[in-house]
C-alpha cells in the first residue's frame, strides 16, 4: 500500500492541498493529528474528510520536530508549536466527532523529545488503544534514547515480536532504521523474518518513504505500506525525482504558473505511485520476477542478491 501523505511540513496551504486532490485520490491517505489542531484559512483540514478508502491518522511527532530533511522545502526556520498527549487526544476525539464513518489508522502519539523503553511504548500503545477501540491499531516504534544517529533497538523488538504483534499495524520511521539503505532493508528483513516464524501475519509501515527507487527495495525486504511528502515536494517518475518546476516547464508549459505546475506534477504523482504499487503486486504474485518491477528491474535484482547475501552473514 503507497499511501500519498498531507502535512504542514510538507506544503504550505495544506487545506487548499487537500481541497485541490480529493478529486483525484480514492484510495488511502495519511494525514497528522497534529495538523487537525493547529492551521488557519487556507492550511487548515477541513473535516470531514470523505474521499479515501482510509486515513492514517498520524502521530504528530514529524510536525513538532524542528529538523529539517535533505528533501524538505525550507520555508524559514521551524518553529513548532506545542504538541502533547492532551492535544493528540483532542485531535482524536475532533477526529471521531467529524469522520466517524471513515475507517481510520490510528498511530500511537510521539514527540521528537519523547524516550521511553520499547516496554513503556508497548504499554502505552495497549491504553490508547483501549480508550480508543474504534481504531484501527498502529504502534509506531521509535528509538529508546531520540537524537541524531539514534536508531530503533531491535534486539529488543526482536524479544517483543508477539507482543508487537497484538498491534494490526506495526510502524517505523525510515531514517530509524539504520544509517544506510542497506542497513535499513537488512533490519526490516530480520524483523518480517521474526514476525513470520511467530505466525504473525501484520503489515509493517515505513513512515517517511515513498519514492521509486528506495520503497521497491524496502518492499523487498518486508516492509508493506509505505507514505511520504516526496510526491507533493518534487516529480515523479519511474526510475527518478525531479524539482518541480524543471519538470513543469519540460513536461507542461514555459508560462505555467508555479501554483498550477504543483497541482499538475501533485496528479501525474499520483498515477505514477499507482504504477509503482501495481508493479510490487505483480512482483509479489510472480515468485518475486524482478522483470515486473519496471524499467529499474536489473538494479533491483541486485540489491536483492545483495541483501540476501547481508542475511546468510547474519543467520
Known amino acids: 500500500m503507497l499511501v500519498p501523505s498531507f502535512s504542514s511540513k510538507g506544503v504550505q496551504q495544506l487545506g487548499n492541498a487537500i481541497k485541490l486532490m480529493e478529486e483525484f485520490i480514492t484510495g488511502p491517505v495519511l494525514i497528522s493529528s497534529y495538523d487537525l489542531i493547529y492551521g488557519k484559512g487556507s492550511e487548515k483540514i477541513k473535516l470531514p474528510i470523505t474521499f479515501p478508502e482510509l486515513v492514517f491518522l498520524d502521530s504528530g511527532g514529524y510536525e513538532a520536530s524542528k529538523d529539517h530533511e535533505e528533501l524538505e522545502p525550507y520555508y524559514g526556520k521551524i518553529k513548532p508549536k506545542p504538541w502533547n498527549k492532551n492535544l493528540h487526544k483532542k485531535a482524536i476525539d475532533q477526529w471521531k466527532s467529524a469522520c466517524s464513518a471513515m475507517p481510520t489508522v490510528l498511530t500511537t502519539f510521539d514527540h521528537p523529545k519523547k524516550e521511553l523503553t520499547v516496554d513503556q511504548q508497548i504499554k502505552e500503545a495497549k491504553l490508547l488503544f483501549e480508550k480508543n477501540p474504534e481504531f484501527i491499531t498502529e504502534i509506531l516504534l521509535k528509538p529508546e534514547q531520540r537524537g541524531d544517529?539514534?536508531?530503533?533497538?531491535?534486539?529488543?523488538?526482536?524479544?517483543?515480536?508477539?507482543?508487537?504483534?497484538?498491534?494490526?499495524?506495526?510502524?517505523?520511521?525510515?531514517?530509524?532504521?539504520?544509517?544506510?539503505?542497506?542497513d535499513r532493508m537488512v533490519n526490516l528483513a530480520i524483523i518480517r523474518r521474526a514476525l513470520t516464524n511467530a505466525g504473525i501475519e501484520k503489515p509493517i509501515h515505513l513512515f517517511g518513504n515513498l519514492d521509486s527507487i528506495t520503497t521497491p527495495l524496502y518492499f523487498m525486504s518486508g516492509a508493506d505500506i509505505f507514505d511520504g511528502l516526496t510526491w507533493l515536494r518534487y516529480a515523479f517518475t519511474e526510475e527518478s525525482l525531479h524539482y518541480q518546476l524543471s519538470y513543469g516547464a519540460t513536461q507542461f508549459d514555459l508560462s505555467e504558473d508555479e501554483d498550477k505546475i504543483a497541482t499538475k506534477t501533485w496528479v501525474k504523482n499520483l498515477s505514477q505511485i499507482i504504477l509503482i504499487q501495481s508493479n510490487m503486486k505483480k512482483f509479489a504474485a510472480n515468485n518475486q520476477d524482478h522483470l515486473l518491477l519496471g524499467k529499474q528491474h536489473e538494479f533491483f535484482k541486485q540489491a536483492s542478491n545483495l541483501l540476501a547475501s547481508k542475511l546468510a552473514e547474519v543467520e
Open 149 to 182: 544517529g539514534q536508531f530503533v533497538e531491535k534486539n529488543k523488538i526482536l524479544a517483543k515480536i508477539n507482543e508487537i504483534g497484538e498491534f494490526d499495524v506495526i510502524g517505523f520511521a525510515e531514517k530509524e532504521l539504520g544509517r544506510s539503505i542497506l
